[in-house]
């Protein structure tokens, strides 16, 4: 949506409104006022409904840029209009400080993280102090002070005890660049998701959050956030958690005592299932691999770790392995099937083996193919067999060679009496399989919350009691914090080096620090009692509040922030910690800045640097056209909007308070009748789109009523009513107080100019008068052979009767007829006359 063309040139605008001047001059009356500080006892004692507005809160990686501008100005929005409908809202900000960015900044120029870490900090609070955003700036919050993460080390510590973190060796995804483990959400398309490098594998002991525990619920209480979360955001939830029904299935392997289990969705098709395949990197492959074939195995394994998972699970990648000179015995046939190693398996899905089943999956088909496996039809698709065209079937249709399923056609059945088959036999049991993983928390850097365990020689893993909480990071800098493949912590001696706080023997801390999602998974929480010193949030505050009623943010974080904090709030509920479930009550995810069609970027030369727009057009300016451009979950491209036309739409608006000449507190029930009309419509519409974050279109009425509002004050004698009319100054009050939700400095000067006092921020939602709304008089479009000949002002409740006289006897009807028969006269009163001559 772009600007109207109907804003005045320049030089209809008199030079007049200083906008540097005047955000300077609010600044200060908003610190000496204090006006957006949350009041608890308020909410507490039910004298106003509470309501806790959230936006993402940023990393410090440097000043603003345009994506902070446009979640921020959609956010305060939100707060700023449930401020003005009678809600205490809870606005915080704070800073999720701790991670690489910083400390590789620190690593160029030999100093401590923290001291970039917070420079930014206090650049970009000054900056978001200019932007005039409604930030309750006495909740304020970093996530690298101890104060903080002492309580993220003391739930690490309450998630240990009740078994959900926990140390394993596994293969992991390693940044050879940052020298890090990362997550499987971390690893966009192969690569590092901050910086880009391919991702390799590496066998390490980590730390892990049991989040598959709570696979079940985190999927089925999607549905309670299914209507108010963007429909994007739960697939993209429900697509990683990835439940799926299935089987268990039990192969007898050649030489290991225990059998084999293999996790699959087709347990009907297990005639079909000619040879096992292992990931070559899961442990099982080294188990039961056979002595003449270690060699190759452990040579096709190096070649694996290069790969990262997307390559490995692409479907048009050539398909490699090594035969491990084992058989396993088919459970529902008793055939002996080769079992392979290769790497388009995946260690950590299911239990690291599948049975393959080639003639209805294409990636067991192309194995097969490539190593002159057998293939066998067990479902005909009434397509041409796979075991001759080396195209896999999927479809349903009639089982084959399949045993007691043979001539069966209905699938559900198949997979229940397969999986009753399998029980009876004690080979196999149905069960339910999640794609989700536990969560991989450890980093091997430095800038991150320390895991508060001691390794001792003798007790094992040690909890740092709680009253040694925090564990703080030493002071290292420089060299100090180059990564060595190996957390630098490792080598702070003075650091690592502890008492067994069960023994008292010699023993180390744990090196790692963790992944910093955790931070960020319950800093809303804290929100709420930044400066409670028994426990991570007060439990009062938590009541008083509740959940977060309306969450901003980016929808690059549907899957990886969502998840993990949906995850804290559930075992925090089983804690008895909070009452409720789901973190955030509803999501509102906004799209991206971009500029002539691209990302923004230096090496483009598209790049649009906040700062100087702000200083170009103003704060208000910038902030109306991000909310103005397009709804709020669409992308702007900076080329195709005007801040410049923002800025003079503002000027015009501004000149509306100046004109006004009617006294504060004047009776606006004698005013002119049309505009307030056009007055109350706009309030009346602008809550139910503000309601469902129609922002833009909020910001077009705005516009409509302004210039209906300079015709009322301008056109005295051409039917306006003239600047001392009280609708003028109602429609004037209006417009400052919806223009405040974007442009809050104009707004501000706009209502001080109309002779009130402190903000307008503490303004009341303006009331609407119902028999405003209801229309005197409605156009009726009278066409003759479906073209339009007239148009007749007439009441609402005409009578079809009525308005068909009324057409008839229109003179510019009667000449438009000229005479000829009129044959049928169609009417839908009150609005259509159609007339057939």
Same mark, same amino acid.
């Given at each position: 949506?772009?600007?109207?063309?109907?804003?005045?040139?320049?030089?209809?605008?008199?030079?007049?409104?200083?906008? #540097?001047?005047?955000?300077?001059?609010?600044?200060?009356?908003?610190?000496?006022?204090?006006?957006?500080?949350?009041?608890?006892?308020?909410?507490?004692?039910?004298?106003?409904?509470?309501?806790?507005?959230?936006?993402?809160?940023?990393?410090?990686?440097?000043?603003?840029?345009?994506?902070?501008?446009?979640?921020?100005?959609?956010?305060?929005?939100?707060?700023?209009?449930?401020?003005?409908?009678?809600?205490?809202?809870?606005?915080?900000?704070?800073?999720?400080?701790?991670?690489?960015?910083?400390?590789?900044?620190?690593?160029?120029?030999?100093?401590?993280?923290?001291?970039?870490?917070?420079?930014?900090?206090?650049?970009?609070?000054?900056?978001?102090?200019?932007?005039?955003?409604?930030?309750?700036?006495?909740?304020?919050?970093?996530?690298?002070?101890?104060?903080?993460?002492?309580?993220?080390?003391?739930?690490?510590?309450?998630?240990?005890?009740?078994?959900?973190?926990?140390?394993?060796?596994?293969?992991?995804?390693?940044?050879?660049?940052?020298?890090?483990?990362?997550?499987?959400?971390?690893?966009?398309?192969?690569?590092?998701?901050?910086?880009?490098?391919?991702?390799?594998?590496?066998?390490?002991?980590?730390?892990?959050?049991?989040?598959?525990?709570?696979?079940?619920?985190?999927?089925?209480?999607?549905?309670?956030?299914?209507?108010?979360?963007?429909?994007?955001?739960?697939?993209?939830?429900?697509?990683?958690?990835?439940?799926?029904?299935?089987?268990?299935?039990?192969?007898?392997?050649?030489?290991?005592?225990?059998?084999?289990?293999?996790?699959?969705?087709?347990?009907?098709?297990?005639?079909?299932?000619?040879?096992?395949?292992?990931?070559?990197?899961?442990?099982?492959?080294?188990?039961?691999?056979?002595? #003449?074939?270690?060699?190759?195995?452990?040579?096709?394994?190096?070649?694996?770790?290069?790969?990262?998972?997307?390559?490995?699970?692409?479907?048009?990648?050539?398909?490699?392995?090594?035969?491990?000179?084992?058989?396993?015995?088919?459970?529902?046939?008793?055939?002996?099937?080769?079992?392979?190693?290769?790497?388009?398996?995946?260690?950590?899905?299911?239990?690291?083996?599948?049975?393959?089943?080639?003639?209805?999956?294409?990636?067991?088909?192309?194995?097969?193919?490539?190593?002159?496996?057998?293939?066998?039809?067990?479902?005909?698709?009434?397509?041409?067999?796979?075991?001759?065209?080396?195209?896999?079937?999927?479809?349903?249709?009639?089982?084959?060679?399949?045993?007691?399923?043979?001539?069966?056609?209905?699938?559900?059945?198949?997979?229940?009496?397969?999986?009753?088959?399998?029980?009876?036999?004690?080979?196999?049991?149905?069960?339910?399989?999640?794609?989700?993983?536990?969560?991989?928390?450890?980093?091997?850097?430095?800038?991150?919350?320390?895991?508060?365990?001691?390794?001792?020689?003798?007790?094992?893993?040690?909890?740092?009691?709680?009253?040694?909480?925090?564990?703080?990071?030493?002071?290292?800098?420089?060299?100090?914090?180059?990564?060595?493949?190996?957390?630098?912590?490792?080598?702070?001696?003075?650091?690592?080096?502890?008492?067994?706080?069960?023994?008292?023997?010699?023993?180390?801390?744990?090196?790692?620090?963790?992944?910093?999602?955790?931070?960020?998974?319950?800093?809303?929480?804290?929100?709420?009692?930044?400066?409670?010193?028994? /426990?991570?949030?007060?439990?009062?505050?938590?009541?008083?509040?509740?959940?977060?009623?309306?969450?901003?943010?980016?929808?690059?974080?549907?899957?990886?922030?969502?998840?993990?904090?949906?995850?804290?709030?559930?075992?925090?509920?089983?804690?008895?910690?909070?009452?409720?479930?789901?973190?955030?009550?509803?999501?509102?995810?906004?799209?991206?800045?971009?500029?002539?069609?691209?990302?923004?970027?230096?090496?483009?030369?598209?790049?649009?640097?906040?700062?100087?727009?702000?200083?170009?057009?103003?704060?208000?300016?910038?902030?109306?056209?991000?909310?103005?451009?397009?709804?709020?979950?669409?992308?702007?491209?900076?080329?195709?909007?005007?801040?410049?036309?923002?800025?003079?739409?503002?000027?015009?608006?501004?000149?509306?308070?100046?004109?006004?000449?009617?006294?504060?507190?004047?009776?606006?029930?004698?005013?002119?009748?049309?505009?307030?009309?056009?007055?109350?419509?706009?309030?009346?519409?602008?809550?139910?789109?503000?309601? /469902?974050?129609?922002?833009?279109?909020?910001?077009?009425?705005?516009?409509?009523?302004?210039?209906?509002?300079?015709?009322?004050?301008?056109?005295?004698?051409?039917?306006?009513?003239?600047?001392?009319?009280?609708?003028?100054?109602?429609?004037?009050?209006?417009?400052?107080?919806?223009?405040?939700?974007?442009?809050?400095?104009?707004?501000?000067?706009?209502?001080?100019?109309?002779?009130?006092?402190?903000?307008?921020?503490?303004?009341?939602?303006?009331?609407?008068?119902?028999?405003?709304?209801?229309?005197?008089?409605?156009?009726?479009?009278?066409?003759?052979?479906?073209?339009?000949?007239?148009?007749?002002?007439?009441?609402?409740?005409?009578?079809?009767?009525?308005?068909?006289?009324?057409?008839?006897?229109?003179?510019?009807?009667?000449?438009?007829?000229?005479?000829?028969?009129?044959?049928?006269?169609?009417?839908?009163?009150?609005?259509?006359?159609?007339?057939?001559?």
């Amino acid at each position: 949506m772009s600007t109207p063309s109907n804003t005045p040139s320049d030089a209809e605008v008199p030079n007049a409104y200083d906008a #540097a001047a005047i955000e300077q001059k609010w600044q200060q009356v908003w610190d000496d006022l204090d006006p957006f500080r949350a009041d608890d006892a308020a909410v507490a004692s039910g004298e106003k409904q509470g309501r806790y507005a959230l936006t993402m809160f940023p990393y410090p990686s440097g000043d603003l840029h345009m994506g902070h501008a446009e979640v921020f100005a959609l956010h305060d929005v939100i707060a700023r209009y449930w401020r003005f409908r009678g809600f205490e809202v809870m606005n915080p900000m704070g800073w999720d400080s701790f991670g690489l960015p910083a400390e590789n900044a620190a690593i160029r120029n030999n100093e401590h993280p923290a001291t970039y870490t917070y420079a930014n900090i206090e650049t970009q609070a000054d900056s978001m102090k200019k932007y005039g955003l409604s930030f309750d700036w006495t909740r304020r919050l970093h996530t690298s002070d101890p104060e903080y993460y002492r309580w993220t080390q003391w739930l690490f510590l309450k998630f240990r005890e009740r078994g959900l973190a926990y140390r394993k060796k596994s293969p992991v995804n390693w940044c050879p660049n940052d020298q890090t483990v990362l997550a499987n959400e971390q690893v966009v398309d192969g690569a590092c998701e901050r910086c880009g490098a391919v991702v390799t594998k590496r066998d390490l002991t980590q730390w892990y959050f049991k989040i598959t525990d709570y696979a079940e619920r985190l999927l089925a209480d999607l549905d309670t956030v299914a209507d108010s979360w963007p429909n994007r955001v739960v697939t993209a939830q429900r697509n990683w958690i990835g439940r799926s029904e299935g089987a268990h299935v039990d192969f007898a392997v050649e030489g290991r005592d225990e059998p084999v289990t293999v996790y699959t969705t087709r347990p009907d098709t297990l005639y079909g299932a000619t040879f096992m395949v292992v990931a070559a990197d899961a442990d099982l492959a080294g188990e039961i691999v056979s002595d #003449a074939q270690r060699a190759a195995l452990e040579a096709y394994r190096e070649e694996t770790r290069k790969a990262s998972d997307i390559d490995r699970l692409a479907t048009d990648r050539p398909k490699t392995g090594v035969d491990l000179g084992v058989t396993a015995t088919n459970p529902v046939n008793g055939e002996q099937m080769p079992v392979w190693a290769a790497d388009y398996v995946l260690a950590d899905y299911g239990t690291g083996a599948i049975m393959a089943v080639p003639a209805h999956d294409q990636r067991d088909l192309d194995f097969a193919k490539a190593f002159d496996l057998p293939v066998r039809r067990v479902v005909d698709t009434g397509e041409d067999n796979p075991e001759e065209t080396y195209v896999a079937t999927t479809g349903d249709g009639t089982y084959v060679s399949s045993g007691p399923l043979d001539g069966k056609t209905d699938k559900v059945a198949g997979i229940a009496s397969m999986i009753e088959v399998l029980a009876e036999r004690g080979t196999g049991t149905g069960t339910v399989n999640y794609r989700l993983r536990d969560w991989l928390l450890s980093r091997q850097r430095f800038w991150g919350c320390p895991i508060p365990v001691i390794h001792c020689p003798s007790c094992g893993e040690v909890d740092v009691p709680l009253d040694q909480l925090p564990v703080e990071l030493p002071e290292l800098k420089g060299a100090d914090l180059k990564p060595k493949g190996t957390s630098p912590l490792a080598a702070a001696e003075d650091w690592v080096n502890v008492d067994c706080p069960s023994c008292g023997g010699a023993a180390k801390r744990d090196s790692d620090t963790m992944d910093t999602f955790v931070d960020s998974s319950w800093y809303f929480l804290r929100f709420t009692s930044p400066g409670y010193t028994e /426990g991570p949030f007060d439990p009062e505050k938590i009541a008083t509040w509740g959940n977060v009623d309306q969450y901003v943010g980016g929808l690059e974080h549907a899957v990886l922030h969502l998840l993990y904090a949906r995850f804290f709030t559930k075992v925090l509920h089983d804690m008895g910690m909070v009452d409720f479930v789901e973190p955030f009550q509803r999501l509102l995810g906004q799209g991206v800045v971009v500029n002539e069609g691209k990302k923004m970027s230096k090496s483009l030369g598209n790049g649009v640097n906040l700062g100087e727009q702000l200083t170009a057009f103003g704060v208000d300016a910038v902030r109306l056209t991000l909310v103005f451009a397009s709804p709020p979950e669409d992308n702007i491209d900076w080329a195709d909007v005007s801040p410049a036309g923002s800025q003079k739409f503002l000027q015009r608006a501004w000149r509306l308070s100046g004109d006004v000449t009617s006294e504060p507190g004047v009776s606006f029930a004698d005013g002119d009748v049309a505009l307030r009309r056009v007055t109350h419509r706009t309030v009346h519409e602008a809550e139910s789109l503000l309601d /469902g974050h129609r922002f833009n279109v909020v910001v077009a009425k705005v516009m409509e009523l302004v210039n209906a509002t300079r015709k009322a004050i301008d056109g005295v004698g051409k039917g306006g009513c003239g600047p001392a009319d009280p609708a003028v100054r109602e429609a004037t009050e209006v417009v400052a107080v919806l223009l405040s939700l974007v442009a809050p400095y104009v707004a501000e000067e706009m209502w001080e100019r109309l002779g009130h006092s402190a903000t307008v921020a503490d303004a009341a939602w303006p009331v609407v008068d119902p028999a405003l709304l209801v229309e005197d008089t409605v156009t009726a479009v009278v066409q003759i052979q479906g073209k339009v000949k007239a148009r007749l002002e007439v009441a609402p409740d005409i009578s079809a009767a009525d308005l068909e006289a009324l057409a008839l006897a229109d003179e510019t009807v009667i000449g438009a007829i000229a005479g000829r028969e009129v044959r049928k006269v169609i009417v839908r009163e009150p609005k259509l006359v159609n007339v057939v001559v």
